[in-house]
């Protein structure tokens, strides 16, 4: 157990303007990590080990990308208990995402909205802070996830994700490429039959070179979006077995705003994350896992605020979980909470 409770940070946290909290959290993890002090909000890791994707995953709960964007809190992160740790994501060069403000707290439905677009200080900078970490030292499985810079025309954006595999692969655990995020013009498009196929068929052609370099075949998972019907998250599941991909990440934010229309900001424009996204995630989810069968790894994200949502993520098909907004919301007793619910489950 952490010795200084979240619920007495929160209030001062909740305070401040979210990108002001953000930021001073992630200064605060960076500064404190890997010295004594991290003991203050640490949680000791749940032992639940599981292979998936021919990865030993030491339990089930893992920190969803979008949170470190480059990386610098890994082992600050890690002091949390989770058993796997995603940053990201990061694109070939570094870019200042969309205007402020961009981030915007709902408490009433215990959600957020945020429209950062892939802020980040590209690739280079990633790779030197994912090379310091420990983490991964310690047991811990990194997943690193790429996209394309928002300068990139759509009709590019295989070049970008090509340049992203090749500078994260030597570093990485998994790879996970992100092509479901709602704050890049156009980049939803390529969840689409013809340019899925196409992305894929290139980073799967890249991949197989980088093994044969490295002499380590690293996993790939595809992020995908809440908000697709079931022919289209049909399409997906047959695209990704076609071209042998290890893994699903179901899902990243949604567009819609049906539950939070009636709050203040929540006709904000941006991806709604939080509990309004539990159940159009799981739907996924449980599409997916009807498609894809039971041995394809899912990785099933959003809305996991308790031990008895991340129970009900795997109710639903998924063979690990990750979290986000929960934890904002919750604190790092959350990785705990939902680690043991899946242990006992």
Do not use: W
Not at 54 to 76: E, M, Q, S, T, Y
Not at 94 to 120: D, H, S, T, V, W
Not at 153 to 175: S, T
């Amino acid at each position: 157990m952490s010795l200084l409770p979240y619920s007495l940070a929160r209030p001062f946290l909740f305070g401040l303007d979210p990108e002001t909290a953000h930021e001073l959290t992630l200064n605060t993890l960076a500064r404190v990590q890997r010295t004594p002090l991290a003991c203050l909000y640490g949680e000791r890791r749940v032992d639940d080990p599981v292979t998936v994707a021919g990865l030993r995953f030491p339990n089930r709960v893992g920190l969803a990308a979008g949170l470190d964007k480059n990386g610098r809190c890994i082992d600050g992160l890690a002091a949390m208990g989770f058993g796997f740790i995603e940053v990201g994501t990061v694109t070939p060069k570094p870019q200042p995402g969309n205007p402020k403000p961009r981030m915007f707290r709902l408490p009433e439905a215990g959600a957020l909205i945020n429209r950062l677009g892939f802020n980040n200080d590209g690739l280079e900078a990633f790779i030197a802070n994912v090379r310091s970490a420990r983490f991964r030292e310690q047991g811990g499985i990194l997943g690193l996830n790429i996209g394309k810079n928002a300068t990139t025309p759509i009709e590019r954006a295989v070049d970008d994700y090509l340049a992203g595999l090749d500078g994260v692969y030597p570093h990485a655990d998994y790879v996970t490429v992100n092509i479901s995020s709602p704050n890049t013009q156009n980049l939803r498009s390529l969840q689409s039959d013809e340019a899925l196929d196409a992305l894929l068929g290139a980073l799967q052609e890249r991949r197989a070179q980088l093994a044969a370099t490295h002499g380590r075949n690293v996993p790939m998972f595809v992020k995908i979006a809440p908000d697709l019907d079931d022919a289209q998250v049909g399409v997906i599941a047959a695209t990704l077995q076609k071209h042998r991909i290890d893994g699903v990440i179901a899902t990243n934010t949604t567009i819609a705003r049906d539950a939070v229309q009636h709050l203040p900001h929540g006709q904000e424009t941006g991806g709604l994350s939080g509990r309004p996204v539990f159940e159009a995630s799981n739907r996924v989810i449980r599409l997916l896992r009807a498609a894809l069968g039971p041995g394809f790894p899912i990785i099933g994200v959003g809305g996991v605020m308790s031990g008895e949502d991340a129970r009900a993520k795997v109710a639903a098909g998924a063979d690990l979980v990750q979290l986000y907004t929960g934890l904002i919301y919750r604190g790092p007793a959350l990785v705990r909470e939902a680690a043991l619910a899946l242990r006992r489950r």
